[in-house]
Structures are given as structure tokens and as C-alpha cells.
């Protein structure tokens, strides 16, 4: 061999023994250790360190325990006693005791062992071994708290954080079917619930929790966001009461997924029993679609769907539905009345889009377009269809398109719509149009008041041949509050003038043919408030006078229905009607009372209000509206009573207490203070074990209804509560509807038993019962409702 050869393969041999080292450097990591006590054996190849030790490598890896051993020949570490494992991807290792080989990067962990994700995620075990080259771990004994309050357990686990899975499963040894479905039932199978952990002592099975799912293996893919179950059972209080070889969802931290949603089952008086299967799709990440088929056991299915877009200056919302119709035509109720039913299908169609532009007319743009049908008038509440969009009483349909845009203080409005009254059979009178209309506002503030100019265009057809079309300007103008210190007055001045052109064909109460009206008013609002303050008491009395005066002539609208509110006192349009403004002068009076409480901290924990007034006018106006009274010269009384009390800010919620208390009180007393016209009353009690909420409306004269609505809840302990309802109408004696709930509710499940009665008839609508138990496992929504109807009689 030449000279020249030997020195090249000494060379290479060199640089590849180089190599290697600086390979071996690179992969295997060099600790140095601090701590209170070093110790050096075997010519410094062992280093003990003693009390609070830290060993740190070049990586950035960290190991803190009250005892290190390090044997730099075999590349291993020891430790004793409150261990602790951390890498720079921010994972960390609790235990008693830690052995890491350094050669192959392999860490065990014994006794007491919490290995914590960067994500927050904990996972305990009695034991677990962690190989950081290929990011896996396998640990026994298992319980997963997870950020989502969800957990899981399991007798053996592994980890595999390259693809974000967690897997847990049973002995491996048990392959066959039988085995697999065995050990869901006894004391070794794998454990998964949504509901909340109690901490780290107690498993799944001890802790009893509300839902819980047995599985042969479950596997939880933090990428993809889903969790896959094996042969799973749901059991309600460790009791099992379904099985399925093969279940999956989202995560609980997941907000939409495709998928089957929970299915449910009710039972219709006039339809029978129905089995809902809804589907939702993710179709991306601006966009998603609902299908939900209802099967009727007796009659045609129905097909809903509903399509949802969201952009960021553009959102579309589609909500259709269809069906054959009814099976049977010829059906009877209970009490042998036949039902009238039609044939043919039914359908629906509702779209919302809402859309913004810039200077598509003013600086900003939204536009509005609205499609609603119905093919028949009962459809939605035959069906009891409820969704975001529509609710099943609706009665009126809109199919319009509006636009409003802005500049600074300017604003324009146009929009073009057609109603449909589902009340209404006759074709010809039951579509309301109105098109177009447009209006123009501009706000200024100059000379020291607030001044709006607006300018309107309108044109109205409805009743089939009504027409009416209105172009109107209007200035109004309202100073700023003028105070006469020395007299303790506040006074704030309105200016309205409108001038309103009318073309009128056939529309009752108003002019005939083209018109041309001038109105202008005048108004001062006066009040005298006095304030007092004493013991952490406010109390404030305010006397109120305001007049007005309305020049022109005033259209008859004695047959309006309107019922005379405090607020009308002091507004310069009682009748909300620029069209048709009450003319002439008038004066409303009044009184507003108000006291409150605080606590040492000046917080409000109990505030009361009185009001009452009246309106006065010169001479009777017969063409104001007769049930307001506002016809007569002195208008009945009217006025509110408002009351909160507070505890928890009396309290200082020092001693828990959630008590809270409120009435709200409307009245309307006739002018000689010998009778009430109007009860309006609503109260509201709640606290930690009760919430109730009650109304009582009633008209005497100036009406005809008279109702009472009520709802209570109950809270008693472990998660149960109680629920009533009820709606009756006094006036004709019969009750509308009631209900009556019990439930259990946990942060997880809810399960409940719902009796309700609906009395109310329409053509083939009938009085319906339902007796419903439900059970709805949170997060996963929709309850699974199986109906009881049938269990008693009607």
C-alpha cells in the first residue's frame, strides 16, 4: 500500500471518529447539578447532589428532586423524592422517583405520577415510562383531567404526542368479542365522562358521576378534535343503560363538527309519535347546513334544513322545509268532532341575508332582504316547528328589502315590503304592501338646541283596493335644559313643524283624495326636582307640568284602540302618529317619587319608584281616541309602581344571601278616583332555592282581557328542582296552557319528567297533552326525549 493511501484512510478515519463524537455530544445530554450538598465518587464519574438539587443539560432540559444521583459512565440519573421532570416544549413529569437512561432518552417515572401537557392537559398514573425520541409514553393506572373538564381512566394508556392521540384500552390479551363486552362491567374497564373531575383521589366508579361511558378502548385525537370509543355502554349512575359496538364525537372543546346530532321523540295529540334525526354539516369555516328528517309514525315525514353564511360584512340564513301532506284526511278528535284537514303538501321558506357596503349610496350601507312563506296557515304549529328563525305561533310573514346608510349625522332609509296576514283566508285582503318607502333624517345641533330634519315618501296598499300615499316634511328642534337656579325649575323646550301631503282612496278615518296638512307644536317640559339625603337614604320628588299646542285640524280617530300610559303625559305625540297628531292644547301633569337605599359602600340595594299624572285639555276632543280618554278634558289617572330589593348588596354578599325581590306596577285609575281601568302587575322573587315570576294584566271598560301567567322553580339539593307553569284567561275561564317539570340537572346531564297541557283549538289544531321524559348528556345538546303521552288519558 503507498504512503499516499495510508495518509488518506488515517484521514478519513479521523474525521469519521470526530464525527461520531460530536454525533454522540449532540444526541447525548451533559448535565450539571446544583444544590446544597455535592457529593463526587469514582473520581468525579458519580455526582449525589443533596437538598433542593437541579440538574440542567444543554438542551434545556431541567430535573428538580430532593436527591439526584448521576453516573456520567453509564449516562443515567436517579432521584428520590418530590421529582420533577420539564423539556422546552413546556411538558412536565411529577413523581416520587425518576430513573433516566440518558443512552437510549428514555425516562421512568414510579409512584404518584402527574405528567402535564403544555396545553394544560394532566394525566396520573402509578407508573409511566416516557421515550422523548419518539415523543410516546406508556403509563398504567390512568386518570386523564383534561382543560375541558371532561376525564377518563384507564388501566393502561398510551400517549403519542407527534399526532396529539391518547389511547387507553383494556389487557390486549382479551381479542375476542365476548371478552371485550365482559369487561365493560367489571372493576377493570376503560372510563370516559364529560362531567366534572373532583380532583385526583378519587377514580371515575368512586366519584359516581352523573354519565360515564365503559369502553374496551377509547382514543381522543387532539388534532382532529374527536373522540372514538370501542365497544361502549352508557351508564347513568354507574348503571348501565345503553350499548353500542362503535361511538364517536367532537371533543367538548370543539363548537362545530359534522355529524349526527342526538335524536329525539315526542308525541303530537294530532299527529302521533315523531322521531327526529338531525345531521349537521361543517361545510367550512364560514359556513354550515342542519338536515333534520321528522318521521311521523302515522302521518308523512317532514324534511327540515336549515343553511347559515357568515362573512365578515355578509351574513345569509336559510331555513325551508317540506312534506307530503297529511296520510289521513278524514281523522276525528277525542270527543268525535271531525278535524278539519286539507290535502296537498306543506312547505316552508324563510332567508335572511344582512350585508354591509361602503359608498354604495352614503359612506356606510346595510342592506336587508327578508323571504318568508308559509303554504299553510297551521303548518308551523301543526308541527311544532321552532327554530333561530321562526317560532311556531307566528301569524304575520314579511318578504321586504331594506337599506340604511349612513354619512356622519345623515341617515336614509328605503325599503320596500309586502305582509301577509296567515290569519286571513281572502287573497285579496290579506297581502299589506309598501312600496316604496324613503326617508331622509339629518341631526345638527345649533344655537343651542338638537335639531332633526327628515323628509318621507310612502306609499301603502292593503284591503285589496285601499291606497294611500304620504310625502311629509318635518323640522323638530329640543333645547338643551335650561335651569332658573333661584327657583329650582328645569326647563326643556320642543319645536315640531310637519307638513304632510296625503292622497287617499277609500281609507276610513281620513281625508279623501289629495290633502295638504300644516301642524306645528309648541312644548315646554317642567319639573321642580327636590332631592334629600340623610342615613344613606336618597329620596327625590319631581313635580312635572308639560304643555304643548298643535295647530291644524285633527283627523277622527276616536276608534283607534289606545290605552292612555304615564310616559303619554309628556310626549309631544300621544298617539305616536305624525300622520294624525292630537291638535289643539293640552297640559299633563304629574309626580314622580323615588327612594333609595344603600349599603356602607353606596350601592343601591333597594330603590323605589311612585309616578301618577294626568292630561288636561281646554274642551273635549271628540275625534281622540275614546278608551284613552284623552277625548275628555281631564284624562283618568295613570302611573307606575316600580320596587327592587336587593339582599346580596345589602348584605354585601358577606353572608351568601342571593334573595332578590321586584314589582313593576302599571295602573289606570278613572278621573274620579272610583275605579281601576287597568292592573298591570309583574313580580319576580328568586333565591338560592326558589325563582318565581308572576303577571296579572287586567282592562275593565277601556278593554276586555284579563289573564294571569305564572312560572316557579324549585331547587332542592343534590341537583333536583321542580317546575310550574301556567296561563289562564279569566275573563272567558279556561286555562291556555300549563305545565308542570321535574328534573335532575348537573353540570353533564339533565334528566326530566314533562307534563304539559295546550287547550288551544284552531281548524287542525287541537287541544293536545304531552307526557315527556327526557334525558339530554351536555355537551352533546339535543336531549333524547322518549314521549309518555300515552300513559294517560285526555
Not at 354550515?288 to 353564511?309: G, V
Not at 272567558?732 to 304539559?756: A, H, P, Q, T, W
Request: proline share 3%; net charge positive; aromatic share 12%.
Amino acid at each position: 500500500m503507498k504512503i499516499k493511501d495510508i495518509i488518506l484512510i488515517f484521514i478519513s478515519a479521523i474525521l469519521i471518529f470526530n464525527l461520531t463524537i460530536k454525533n454522540l455530544y449532540a444526541e447525548i445530554p451533559l448535565y450539571t447539578l446544583n444544590a446544597i450538598k455535592l457529593t463526587y465518587k469514582d473520581n468525579n464519574k458519580i455526582i449525589i447532589a443533596e437538598g433542593k438539587a437541579n440538574a440542567k443539560d444543554q438542551f434545556g432540559k431541567e430535573i428538580y428532586s430532593d436527591f439526584i444521583i448521576y453516573d456520567k459512565v453509564n449516562n443515567t440519573i436517579k432521584t428520590k423524592s418530590n421529582s420533577k421532570y420539564k423539556d422546552k416544549q413546556g411538558n412536565e413529569i411529577d413523581a416520587d422517583d425518576f430513573f433516566y437512561d440518558l443512552n437510549i432518552k428514555k425516562i421512568k417515572a414510579i409512584n404518584n405520577v402527574k405528567y402535564k401537557e403544555k396545553q394544560g392537559n394532566i394525566f396520573l398514573f402509578s407508573e409511566f415510562e416516557y421515550f422523548e425520541n419518539s415523543n410516546k409514553g406508556f403509563g398504567k393506572n390512568l386518570k386523564g383531567l383534561l382543560t375541558d373538564k371532561s376525564s377518563f381512566e384507564s388501566r393502561f394508556a398510551e400517549i403519542d404526542n407527534n399526532l396529539g392521540i391518547i389511547t387507553i384500552k383494556t389487557d390486549t390479551k382479551k381479542i375476542n368479542l365476548f371478552n371485550k363486552f365482559k369487561s365493560l362491567f367489571n372493576n377493570n374497564e376503560n372510563r370516559y365522562t364529560t362531567c366534572e373531575n373532583f380532583g385526583d383521589k378519587k377514580n371515575i366508579k368512586e366519584q359516581c358521576p352523573d354519565w360515564s361511558l365503559s369502553t374496551y378502548q377509547t382514543t381522543q385525537d387532539s388534532k382532529k378534535k374527536m373522540v372514538y370509543h370501542e365497544h361502549a355502554v352508557l351508564k347513568i349512575k354507574n348503571i348501565p343503560v345503553f350499548y353500542t359496538p362503535y361511538f364517536s364525537h367532537p371533543d367538548p372543546t370543539v363548537k362545530r363538527k359534522s355529524g349526527l346530532l342526538p335524536a329525539s321523540t315526542k308525541n303530537f295529540s294530532n299527529l302521533g309519535r315523531t322521531f327526529k334525526v338531525p345531521y349537521f354539516w361543517a361545510i367550512n369555516d364560514n359556513s354550515d347546513l342542519t338536515f333534520t328528517p321528522i318521521f311521523y309514525q302515522d302521518e308523512n315525514s317532514i324534511y327540515l334544513t336549515e343553511y347559515r353564511k357568515q362573512d365578515p360584512n355578509y351574513k345569509m340564513h336559510l331555513d325551508t322545509s317540506y312534506s307530503k301532506g297529511y296520510q289521513k284526511l278524514n281523522k276525528t278528535s277525542d270527543n268525535g268532532q271531525l278535524i278539519n284537514r286539507t290535502g296537498g303538501s306543506r312547505n316552508h321558506f324563510f332567508l335572511n341575508i344582512n350585508s354591509n357596503y361602503n359608498n354604495l349610496i352614503l359612506d356606510h350601507d346595510d342592506i336587508e332582504i327578508k323571504i318568508q312563506r308559509v303554504s299553510q296557515k297551521n303548518y308551523l304549529n301543526v308541527n311544532q316547528i321552532n327554530t333561530d328563525l321562526i317560532k311556531q305561533d307566528l301569524s304575520n310573514l314579511q318578504n321586504s328589502i331594506i337599506i340604511n346608510s349612513y354619512r356622519n349625522n345623515e341617515k336614509l332609509k328605503i325599503y320596500s315590503s309586502v305582509y301577509e296576514n296567515l290569519n286571513v283566508d281572502n287573497p285579496s285582503t290579506k297581502y299589506q304592501y309598501k312600496i316604496p318607502y324613503i326617508e331622509y333624517t339629518n341631526f345638527l345641533k345649533k344655537f343651542g338646541h338638537n335639531l332633526s330634519l327628515s323628509s318621507l315618501f310612502e306609499a301603502n296598499n292593503y284591503n285589496g283596493d285601499t291606497k294611500k300615499i304620504i310625502q311629509r316634511n318635518t323640522l323638530e328642534l329640543n333645547s338643551q335644559q335650561k335651569i332658573l337656579k333661584k327657583l329650582g325649575l328645569s326647563n326643556i323646550f320642543k319645536y315640531k313643524i310637519s307638513n304632510t301631503n296625503n292622497y287617499n282612496e277609500k281609507v276610513e278615518n281620513s281625508k279623501p283624495n289629495l290633502n295638504n296638512d300644516l301642524n306645528a307644536t309648541i312644548a315646554m317640559d317642567t319639573s321642580i326636582p327636590l332631592i334629600k339625603y340623610s342615613n344613606n337614604i336618597e329620596q327625590t320628588l319631581s313635580p312635572k307640568i308639560f304643555t304643548k299646542y298643535t295647530s291644524g285640524s285633527m283627523n277622527n280617530q276616536s276608534t283607534q284602540n289606545k290605552i292612555l300610559a304615564y310616559n303619554d303625559i309628556y310626549s309631544i305625540d300621544r298617539l305616536n302618529n305624525i300622520e294624525k297628531p292630537e291638535t289643539g292644547a293640552s297640559a299633563g301633569y304629574g309626580v314622580d317619587y323615588t327612594l333609595n337605599k344603600k349599603s356602607y359602600n353606596n350601592a343601591n340595594y333597594l330603590t323605589s319608584k311612585f309616578s301618577i299624572g294626568q292630561v288636561l285639555t281646554d274642551v273635549d276632543k271628540n275625534k281622540m281616541p275614546s278608551n284613552s280618554s284623552l277625548n275628555k278634558k281631564s284624562s283618568n289617572f295613570v302611573g307606575n309602581f316600580n320596587f327592587l330589593l336587593n339582599k346580596a348588596i345589602y348584605e354585601n354578599q358577606l353572608t351568601n344571601k342571593t334573595d332578590k325581590f321586584s314589582i313593576d306596577y302599571n295602573f289606570n285609575i278613572s278621573k274620579d278616583l272610583n275605579k281601576i281601568l287597568q292592573n298591570d302587575i309583574s313580580l319576580n322573587y328568586s333565591n338560592k332555592k326558589n325563582s318565581l315570576t308572576a303577571s296579572y294584566y287586567e282592562l275593565n271598560e277601556i278593554g276586555n282581557n284579563h289573564y294571569v301567567d305564572a312560572k316557579y322553580q324549585r331547587f332542592f339539593q343534590n341537583n333536583l328542582n321542580l317546575m310550574l307553569g301556567l296561563r289562564k284567561n279569566l275573563e272567558l275561564n279556561y286555562s291556555e296552557s300549563n305545565f308542570i317539570e321535574v328534573n335532575y340537572e348537573s353540570d353533564c346531564l339533565k334528566v326530566g319528567l314533562n307534563l304539559s297541557k295546550q287547550f288551544y283549538e284552531n281548524d287542525d289544531i287541537q287541544k293536545s297533552n304531552n307526557l315527556t321524559f327526557f334525558i339530554m348528556l351536555k355537551p352533546f345538546g339535543q336531549p333524547i326525549a322518549p314521549d309518555l303521552s300515552n300513559l294517560f288519558s285526555n
